[in-house]
């Protein structure tokens, strides 16, 4: 084989193992973080949907709390028609339950909108690699000729 092409064929694939390769494990490992987000998200809007139909916001209820390795202790909640939400940076805000739900509904349409397109960078990182694959290939043929 040509010591050229061969050279250009290692750089290739160093290049598709070192950065591509790299880039679509970062960017499967964001995904997968913005897809727990908005299970998480909904999880809460399920919950509060079940406090308000239950009446359970204005009376209260008791609970289990895991405060960790399996150890529950018992809870009352004596108003529940208030809740806080983690808006960033360690910070919470108190919201009604009617309020949270619409600041819940717009942070799943924000996590929506970034998965979409962390899923077309996805798409793209790995077009490039096939594309280069297709260039070793190409590159591989031409020594053969």
Known sequence: ???????????????INDV??????????KLDSKNADVAEFLQLKTMINT???????KSGFKTQVDIGQNFFIEAQVPDASTILLDVGLGHYVEFSLNDALAVINVRIKLLEKQIANLRKEI???????????????????FDKD
């Open 1 to 15: 084989m040509n010591p050229d092409i061969q050279q250009k064929i290692i750089k290739f694939e160093t290049f």
């Open 20 to 29: 591509l390769k790299e880039d679509l494990a970062q960017l499967e490992q």
């Open 51 to 57: 406090l308000e139909s239950n009446g359970l916001d």
């Open 123 to 141: 798409a793209r990182t790995n077009a490039h690699i096939k594309l280069i694959l297709l260039g070793i290939r190409e590159l591989e043929g």
